[in-house]
């Protein structure tokens, strides 16, 4: 059922009135896309995006996502810049800023020892941002025995050549659920975000600051969008 879609997943959806589908960017998105429009009764679909996918990205996965927003009953977005961006290709977008919970996001007292603990968070496409300060870095961490840099995200080859390993530790980041914990447990001191200055950067939400600050965590930000007019 539903073009080789598994049964008990076909079934949930049959239940459901609208589905929203995060990032819907694959041949794989589409099909399920499709399925639920031609269900009877047809199901509302919404696609959520908060990057810019159509920078420096390959040109058969662009035509998919293109098809995916026509065919879609709305999109949501982070930033308005986002919504230019997506009008082009669906008329009902829809902007929700992303937010916390300040019940979960909130600053906790932990005992801090002779260490100065620096962090960072990132997936593999931030690469070019995290190496804009890897000099920096680099002269902090040689300076600084005392500093210990958290680094959370893939392994970065090269940003870290020249610095003690002792001084920092990379963290795998994938469970979003405790995402505030573990952020909490790496006892910062200090958040650094660079950024480099490119389109697709400048399409992002600040989300990271509005993190840091929540947990009472001071940060070095890169004075360009989307963080310099909030900051």
Same mark, same amino acid.
């Given at each position: 059922?539903?073009?080789?879609?598994?049964?008990?997943?076909?079934?949930?959806?049959?239940?459901?009135?609208?589905?929203?589908?995060?990032?819907?960017?694959?041949?794989?998105?589409?099909?399920?896309?499709?399925?639920?429009?031609?269900?009877?009764?047809?199901?509302? &679909?919404?696609?959520?995006?908060? +990057? @810019? =996918?159509? #920078?420096?990205? *390959?040109?058969?996965?662009?035509? /998919?996502? !293109?098809?995916?927003?026509?065919?879609?009953?709305?999109?949501?977005?982070?930033?308005?810049?986002?919504?230019? &961006?997506?009008?082009?290709?669906? +008329? @009902? =977008?829809? #902007?929700?800023? *992303?937010?916390?919970?300040?019940? /979960?996001? !909130?600053?906790?007292?932990?005992?801090?020892?002779?260490?100065?603990?620096?962090?960072?968070?990132?997936?593999?496409?931030?690469?070019?941002?995290?190496?804009? =300060?890897?000099?920096?870095?680099?002269?902090?961490?040689?300076?600084?025995?005392?500093?210990?840099?958290?680094?959370?995200?893939?392994?970065?080859?090269?940003?870290?050549?020249?610095?003690?390993?002792?001084?920092?530790?990379?963290?795998?980041?994938?469970?979003?659920?405790?995402?505030?914990?573990?952020?909490?447990?790496?006892?910062?001191?200090?958040?650094?975000?660079?950024?480099?200055?490119?389109?697709?950067?400048?399409?992002?939400?600040?989300?990271?600051?509005?993190?840091?600050?929540?947990?009472?965590?001071?940060?070095?930000?890169?004075?360009?969008?989307?963080?310099?007019?909030?900051?």
């Amino acid at each position: 059922s539903g073009s080789g879609m598994d049964n008990s997943l076909f079934q949930l959806l049959q239940t459901c009135d609208v589905v929203i589908l995060p990032h819907a960017t694959s041949e794989e998105s589409l099909r399920l896309v499709t399925v639920m429009k031609d269900m009877s009764p047809s199901k509302k &679909v919404i696609i959520d995006h908060d +990057d @810019n =996918i159509f #920078v420096e990205n *390959n040109e058969d996965k662009l035509e /998919i996502a !293109k098809e995916i927003l026509e065919k879609a009953d709305g999109v949501f977005v982070s930033t308005t810049k986002l919504a230019d &961006v997506y009008g082009e290709y669906n +008329d @009902n =977008i829809t #902007v929700l800023p *992303n937010s916390l919970d300040f019940n /979960i996001w !909130k600053p906790y007292k932990i005992e801090k020892d002779n260490n100065i603990r620096i962090t960072w968070h990132g997936g593999y496409s931030h690469y070019e941002d995290l190496n804009e =300060i890897s000099s920096e870095l680099k002269n902090i961490t040689t300076k600084h025995k005392n500093v210990k840099l958290e680094i959370c995200g893939y392994e970065f080859k090269g940003v870290f050549d020249g610095i003690d390993p002792d001084q920092y530790t990379q963290h795998d980041w994938v469970d979003v659920s405790v995402h505030p914990y573990k952020q909490i447990l790496l006892n910062a001191d200090i958040g650094v975000i660079p950024l480099a200055d490119n389109a697709f950067n400048k399409s992002k939400s600040p989300i990271k600051w509005i993190e840091y600050s929540a947990l009472g965590i001071p940060c070095v930000v890169k004075d360009i969008e989307p963080y310099s007019k909030l900051i």
